[in-house]
Every structure is written in structure tokens, then in C-alpha cells.
Nanobody
Framework: QVQLVESGGGLVQAGGSLRLSCAASGRTFSAYTMGWFRQAPGKEREFVAAITWGGGPTSYTNYADSVKGRFTISRDNAKTTVFLQMNSLKPEDTAVYYC???????????????????WGQGTQVTVSS
């Protein structure tokens, strides 16, 4: 079982920045896909970004069109921690953000909510206009 602990949410004005962190624990991983989904009130849960790592020096990232150029996902493999740097935030980015983990490589197109076996508790991000 993998435990995910998120941090970094909060309230920010439009145009501001926030950095989310997600630390995974409970197992050691030779490969994984980690990422973020978000859910706004009254809306479906949607994919935000993901990063895959296959045990070597290279990792691969994938972003929703709505956040490309504004959000950056990165990892600290030594700590199995993933970060989401969110810049130029907009009111429509307001949502609960969930960290996800799956102990295998998931390619873009396969990164649906049901593909991830572990979910964090969620952290609220509120962007005021």
C-alpha cells in the first residue's frame, strides 16, 4: 500500500503562484507514474499533469491543455516526492487537487483516474479574481 501526503494548497490571487508537494511512502519503487487530478465543485474530476519514471535518469511529463505553459510537474526521486509548480493561476484553477500514484509506467492516453491505484486526501487551491 502506498500512502500519499499532499501539501502546499491555499488561497492566492489571480496571476499568483503556488507549489504543491506530494510525498509517497510505504514501498520502494523501480518505476512509477505520479501526477495530479483536480475537481471543482459541480464538475468532473479532471487530469492536470503526470510524470513517469522508469528507473533511469529520464522522466516524462504530460499536461492537460488547460495548464500547459503555466504548470510544471517535477520529481525528487530520492524522496519519491512530486511537485506541481503552478504559475499564472486563474480563478478557473480553483479546485481540490489530488495526488495520484501508480507503480508502473502509464503513457499519455492511459492516465485516467481509474488507472491510478493510490490517491491522496486532496488539497484545496483557491484563486481569487
Amino acid at each position: 500500500q502506498v500512502q500519499l501526503v499532499e501539501s502546499g494548497g491555499g488561497l492566492v490571487q489571480a496571476g499568483g503562484s503556488l507549489r504543491l508537494s506530494c510525498a509517497a511512502s510505504g514501498r520502494t519503487f523501480s518505476a512509477y507514474t505520479m501526477g495530479w487530478f483536480r475537481q471543482a465543485p459541480g464538475k468532473e474530476r479532471e487530469f492536470v499533469a503526470a510524470i513517469t519514471w522508469g528507473g533511469g535518469p529520464t522522466s516524462y511529463t504530460n499536461y492537460a491543455d488547460s495548464v500547459k505553459g503555466r504548470f510544471t510537474i517535477s520529481r525528487d526521486n530520492a524522496k519519491t516526492t512530486v511537485f506541481l509548480q503552478m504559475n499564472s493561476l486563474k480563478p478557473e484553477d480553483t479546485a481540490v487537487y489530488y495526488c495520484v500514484h501508480e507503480a508502473r509506467i502509464l503513457y499519455p492516453g492511459s492516465q485516467s483516474p481509474g488507472a491510478f491505484g493510490s490517491w491522496g486526501q486532496g488539497t484545496q487551491v483557491t484563486v481569487s479574481s
